[in-house]
Nanobody
């Protein structure tokens, strides 16, 4: 089993920065992808950043150049560094880990990010 515990959410003004953390415990060495998703009220959950086993990363255009995902292998922690935050970034942010063989999906509990002046 894998457990994901998120932290770092909060209130930040437009243009500000925030770093989210996701501490993973359990059998996490053989993962396929770790990612951050977000969901705003009344909207579908969307991918904001992903990092694959091997180090490659992906970002949608909405956050590219502003968000950076990284992984600390020693502490099994995934980070999402967010800068130049906009009000439309306001959402609950969720950490995700996916495995193959067998296929397994794990989600964190979510952490609220609010961008407002």
């Amino acid at each position: 089993q894998v457990q994901l515990v998120e932290s770092g959410g909060g209130l930040v003004q437009p243009g500000g920065s925030l770093r989210l953390s996701c501490a993973a415990s359990g059998s996490v060495s053989s993962f396929y992808v770790m990612a951050w998703h977000r969901q705003a009220p009344g909207k579908q959950r969307e991918l904001v950043a992903s990092i694959y086993n091997g180090g490659s990363t992906n970002y949608p255009d909405s956050v590219k150049g502003r968000f950076t995902i990284s992984r600390d292998n020693a502490y099994n922690t995934v980070y999402l560094q967010m800068s130049s935050l906009k009000p439309e970034d306001t959402a609950v942010y969720y950490c995700y880990l996916g495995k193959l063989l067998p296929r397994e999906d794990y989600w964190g509990q979510g952490t609220q990010v609010t961008v407002s002046s």
